[in-house]
């Protein structure tokens, strides 16, 4: 018989805790509003293309007296506020409704039978955060590849654009999430875990923007409790704005999105592995 | 197992480092590219609107006007603009686009094509014509208007010297109150006649009688009429109607079949260009048959994007890029086609017309 591959219960876990949220109405009615939104679009949105220009669009049948231009130029904005909506829509809605995956995990009766089995505590917490990664990055990837795929047939133009914005506002969830993880270990409630998204959240949009406003702080004490707080923090509305500058095709500085990608994985690992460590310093 | 408890705390501070490092780096605000925003012409704005006033300065019907004030009830007639009033009246087919010379020179645009004409030529590219006319270009030309009779400058012209005009083989004579007229030896010649009204307006035509009509229209001969280019149209550096088919005859062999359907169906085009910043132009164009407007704008828009996607295709990112900004927006029985040339796109190209002077700068 061979020994257990290190690891390989992360995905048991993770596959365990999509069945739990597919299971649940909040993931469910979420799905069927995009899936709505996305069947409404795909009937009544008619674009009218005569040589890749779209020359006229008409939602429900009303004119909406579009300019007549490349149609990639014109479905630009619509892709980049998807990509905001995306981006800032499905994470506060993923606060809202991931803050009890770690709380019930924790709770009496279910963590003594997960940790009876054999699977590390270490695997459990990666295995929970995996598979709110996956939904993060399914739900969004489902929002945004639906339109992708309607915006395709009715135009004649296909771009994934939409869904790298996307799988980006989901990897800045997943950030979020491993605070809200590690959270819960330290207060097993589902409003403190949702608080701590909400917070972070916030934190993280002010820290995108820590050089305009640290100079608004006065110079010493003050700026520096500012900027080296917010150094570490997740730049939320610098992803959203790279996600939404991605899916509009405008000009993006590759090299300051891997630094923020790699910066957010950092950061992630870095909230996770306090997760680890005060989750092997607990009894249960 | 004492290590293991301290060694997650000690990652996680290392990771949190390495993170705010890496996310430092992306917070450099040069870094991130803004995208390309372009403000077209649409209306007077309100330093056109103190042009427009300051420019109020002829009226011609004086002597009507104080004869007329003799009866109590009557207005005197409204000043105006010499340059509009000089326009050949508003009749289908014809053209009339005033470029503000003076504007234009301060423009970011002016500024970079001087620069490039002084980096060809060694020295002021007008400095012939100044010594010729005693007028200096920069300075002294407030507008010029390009009509399809001929042309008109307007500007201070209190010191020039007309006397080259024709090989110097002409000599004025004088018409109406302020007018002065060469009249061109050669029958052949495409200018027939050039016209100097009141030191402030040089006028040429195709013959005699259109300078005339030019100057009885400034004098106030002529009673008014429609104008081709009215007050509230005189926003941009650059603004005007173009007939239909003058616009068809420069789209060139490429664009023959759009060039034949712009003019069986517009019946008048409006041109405005801004270059307070980038160089935005707008051209409203309507016509009588609104459904084939429509198709027309739509044909238009076809053809921008199709050569948009030729330029993606051939790597030509520029050309790409120009036409991102150019659209068609359709109205009832009128369309308005924008087209934009940004001006850090043109200092890049142009780069080398500067590359003296920034060498040269401190």
């Given at each position: 018989m061979s020994a257990p591959i290190a690891g390989r219960a992360v995905f048991g876990v993770a596959a365990d805790l999509l069945r739990e949220a597919a299971s649940r109405k909040w993931f469910l009615a979420f799905g069927g509003v995009i899936t709505l939104a996305l069947a409404a679009t795909g009937m009544f949105l008619r674009l009218d293309v005569?040589?890749?220009?779209?020359?006229?669009?008409?939602?429900?049948?009303?004119?909406l007296g579009t300019s007549i231009m490349s149609v990639d130029v014109v479905l630009r904005p619509l892709y980049r506020a998807v990509a905001y909506a995306i981006f800032y829509g499905g994470s506060a809605f993923g606060i809202l409704a991931c803050a009890d995956f770690a709380p019930s995990l924790l709770s009496p009766g279910r963590i003594e039978h997960l940790l009876s089995l054999p699977v590390r505590r270490w695997e459990l917490l990666v295995g929970t955060f995996v598979g709110v990664l996956a939904i993060a990055l399914l739900g969004a990837c489902y929002g945004a590849g639906g339109l992708v795929l309607i915006l395709g047939i009715k135009s004649g133009f296909w771009t994934a654009r939409p869904l790298m914005a996307a799988a980006l506002g989901g990897a800045a969830f997943a950030a979020i999430y491993a605070a809200m993880l590690t959270m819960a270990l330290f207060v097993r409630s589902a409003a403190f875990s949702a608080a701590a998204g909400g917070l972070l959240f916030t934190a993280g949009i002010v820290a995108s923007y820590r050089e305009k406003i640290s100079p608004m702080f006065e110079p010493g004490v003050g700026r520096g409790i500012f900027r080296a707080v917010t150094s570490v923090l997740p730049r939320v509305a610098a992803l959203a704005d790279t996600a939404a500058a991605i899916a509009a095709r405008d000009a993006v500085d590759r090299g300051a999105l891997w630094s923020l990608l790699v910066g957010l994985v950092f950061f992630a690992a870095a909230v996770l592995a306090i997760a680890i460590w005060r989750f092997e310093q607990k009894d249960f | 197992m004492k290590r293991r408890r301290f060694l997650f705390p000690l990652a996680a501070i290392l990771l949190l480092g390495l993170g705010a490092y890496f996310m430092g780096r992306g917070d450099e605000p040069e870094k991130r590219p803004e995208a390309q925003q372009v403000h077209f012409p649409t209306h007077l704005r309100s330093e056109e609107y103190q042009r427009l006033a300051k420019r109020r300065t002829l009226r011609p019907e004086i002597a009507k006007a104080l004869a007329q004030a003799a009866q109590p009830d009557a207005e005197p007639p409204p000043r105006r603009d010499p340059m509009l009033a000089a326009l050949p009246p508003a009749a289908p087919g014809k053209t009339a686009v005033v470029f503000e010379a003076n504007a234009l020179?301060?423009?970011?645009?002016g500024e970079l094509m001087l620069d490039c004409m002084r980096k060809q030529h060694g020295q002021n590219p007008f400095d012939e014509f100044q010594k010729d006319t005693h007028v200096d270009p920069l300075v002294d030309i407030d507008r010029v208007a390009v009509t399809s009779d001929g042309m008109m400058v307007s500007g201070n012209f209190t010191n020039a010297n007309w006397d080259f005009l024709f090989n110097h083989k002409v000599s004025p004579t004088s018409y109406g109150?302020?007018?002065?007229?060469?009249?061109?030896?050669?029958?052949?010649?495409?200018?027939?006649?050039?016209?100097?009204?009141?030191?402030?307006?040089?006028?040429?035509?195709?013959?005699?009688?259109?300078?005339?009509?030019?100057?009885?229209?400034?004098?106030?001969?002529?009673?008014?009429?429609?104008?081709?280019?009215?007050?509230?149209d005189t926003y941009g550096e650059v603004y005007g109607v173009i007939s239909p088919s003058d616009l068809g005859a420069m789209f060139g062999s490429d664009n023959k079949e759009l060039a034949a359907k712009l003019s069986e169906v517009a019946s008048e085009v409006k041109l405005h260009v801004d270059a307070q910043s980038?160089?935005?132009m707008v051209a409203d164009l309507s016509g009588p048959d609104a459904e084939k407007v429509s198709d027309l704008g739509k044909s238009l828009g076809g053809v921008l994007s199709l050569a948009r996607l030729k330029a993606q295709a051939e790597g030509d990112q520029d050309l790409a890029q120009l036409l991102d900004l150019a659209e068609v927006d359709p109205d009832d029985g009128r369309f308005r086609a924008k087209l934009a040339l940004p001006m850090s796109l043109l200092e890049q190209k142009l780069a080398w017309c500067r590359e003296k002077s920034d060498a040269g700068a401190p």
């Open positions: 005569v040589d890749g220009a779209l020359a006229a669009t008409r939602f429900f049948g009303k004119d | 020179r301060n423009s970011p645009i109150q302020s007018g002065q007229i060469y009249v061109s030896p050669s029958e052949d010649s495409e200018v027939g006649a050039v016209g100097i009204w009141n030191n402030e307006m040089f006028l040429t035509g195709k013959d005699v009688a259109s300078v005339q009509a030019a100057i009885d229209r400034l004098e106030g001969r002529t009673p008014p009429g429609p104008q081709l280019i009215s007050e509230e980038d160089v935005a």
